[in-house]
């Protein structure tokens, strides 16, 4: 599986932005997609993400109620809309992709064996 993140960019605080994330190749062999984010000198913070067959999503607690996981099954991509963007947003922004089953949780970097390369965000205030 290959993923390739886009949509990042530089907004204001209270912008929005939307991210994309493409997967290609065996991308029916994954149990969910998920968004991660990491800022300079911290650890990667789970962010959204959702699973592949029922569209189950799951949010960090920092994002809930302003951002929003999506896929489009047929293009094989996965969304994150952000609302109400704060300066603490600001970070590189990753989406991975899981193996078939569910192992230690989709908030856990460890479920996921596929990254793709980062996309940065940054709000200013």
């Known amino acids: 599986v290959q993923l390739q993140a886009s949509g990042g960019g530089l907004v204001q605080a209270g912008g929005c932005l939307r991210l994309?994330?493409?997967?290609?190749?065996?991308?029916?062999?994954?149990?969910?997609t998920g968004w991660f984010r990491q800022a300079p000198g911290k650890d990667r913070e789970f962010v959204a993400a959702?699973?592949?067959?029922?569209?189950?999503?799951y949010y960090g607690i920092r994002v809930t109620g302003r951002f929003t996981i999506s896929r489009d099954r047929v293009s094989s991509t996965v969304y994150l809309q952000m609302n109400s963007l704060k300066p603490d947003d600001t970070a590189v922004y990753y989406c991975?992709?899981?193996?078939?089953?569910?192992?230690?949780?989709?908030?856990?970097?460890?479920?996921?064996?596929?990254w793709g390369q980062g996309t940065e965000v940054t709000v200013s205030s």
């Open positions: 991975a992709a899981s193996r078939p089953h569910a192992r230690v949780g989709v908030r856990s970097v460890e479920e996921y064996d596929y």
């Open positions: 994309s994330c493409a997967a290609s190749g065996r991308t029916d062999n994954s149990y969910a």
């Open positions: 959702i699973t592949r067959v029922s569209g189950t999503e």
